[in-house]
């Protein structure tokens, strides 16, 4: 699931007011290239939503669940199908509840002693989050005593900056806002969020033809 993560490289974080707004959401994303599918629980129905768009869209897109804060968020979505599971801090009991689905695990992070925590825990990914009070400079500032730890920042992530977070060290990148708003989820302007997904998927395109080989 990391090498699915970092093949995906952009993880839309979804935060739907409703479950046909996040469904429809979904497919305009996946229409502009982005695969990386976080549903958060604050998206109503969240299992419900992780159910259908597993039936629909299968190995064809990075499903995940996000805002996981108990065991039990934990559970329901990996029921639901979701492969990888997100919570926005780091706690024992919510991490060796979301380790135990057998999912990716992914937990948040800002500072050090947190990484430290969340590496002792056994996590998959730490996400960086909110990213955005330190940018791509704080995140190479963290890799240095931490090289080993596979980073996600979540937060002030866009196509202007997104080689700057993939040059800090950044295995994959969190985006929500700039992505899929809840503002155009909740008017409907599922064409603004397919838009934005082919800026996003354009700029990956950018930065993995610049790579030297």
């Given at each position: 699931?990391?090498?699915?993560?970092?093949?995906?490289?952009?993880?839309?974080?979804?935060?739907?007011?409703?479950?046909?707004?996040?469904?429809?959401?979904?497919?305009?994303?996946?229409?502009?290239?982005?695969?990386?599918?976080?549903?958060?629980?604050?998206?109503?129905d969240?299992?419900?939503?992780?159910?259908?768009?597993?039936?629909?869209?299968?190995?064809?897109?990075?499903?995940?669940?996000?805002t996981?804060?108990?065991?039990?968020?934990?559970?329901?979505?990996?029921?639901?199908?979701?492969?990888?599971?997100?919570?926005?801090?780091?706690?024992?009991?919510?991490?060796?509840?979301?380790?135990d689905?057998?999912?990716?695990?992914?937990?948040?992070?800002?500072?050090?002693?947190?990484?430290?925590?969340?590496?002792?825990?056994?996590v998959?990914?730490?996400?960086?989050?909110?990213?955005?009070?330190?940018?791509?400079?704080?995140?190479?500032?963290?890799?240095?005593?931490?090289?080993?730890?596979?980073?996600?920042?979540?937060?002030?992530?866009?196509?202007?900056?997104?080689?700057?977070?993939?040059?800090?060290?950044?295995?994959?990148?969190?985006?929500?806002?700039?992505?899929?708003?809840?503002?155009?989820?909740?008017?409907?302007?599922?064409?603004?969020?397919?838009?934005?997904a082919?800026?996003?998927?354009?700029?990956?395109?950018?930065?993995?033809?610049?790579?030297?080989?």
């Amino acid at each position: 699931m990391l090498s699915a993560l970092e093949t995906a490289a952009v993880i839309a974080v979804v935060r739907a007011p409703d479950r046909d707004s996040a469904l429809h959401g979904v497919a305009a994303l996946v229409a502009g290239g982005v695969t990386g599918i976080e549903i958060t629980y604050s998206t109503p129905d969240a299992p419900g939503v992780i159910a259908e768009l597993d039936r629909r869209f299968g190995d064809e897109i990075c499903l995940g669940a996000g805002t996981v804060r108990s065991g039990e968020d934990a559970r329901r979505a990996a029921a639901a199908g979701a492969r990888f599971l997100v919570a926005p801090g780091t706690t024992p009991t919510v991490v060796a509840a979301m380790r135990d689905t057998g999912c990716a695990v992914l937990s948040g992070a800002l500072t050090p002693s947190e990484v430290m925590l969340a590496v002792d825990l056994g996590v998959d990914v730490v996400k960086v989050f909110p990213a955005s009070l330190g940018g791509p400079g704080y995140l190479k500032s963290l890799r240095a005593p931490f090289p080993d730890v596979p980073f996600m920042p979540t937060g002030g992530v866009n196509p202007e900056n997104l080689h700057e977070w993939f040059a800090a060290g950044a295995v994959a990148v969190g985006a929500g806002s700039e992505l899929c708003s809840a503002a155009d989820l909740g008017r409907g302007d599922f064409a603004a969020v397919e838009a934005k997904a082919r800026r996003f998927t354009a700029a990956h395109s950018a930065l993995t033809t610049a790579r030297p080989a």
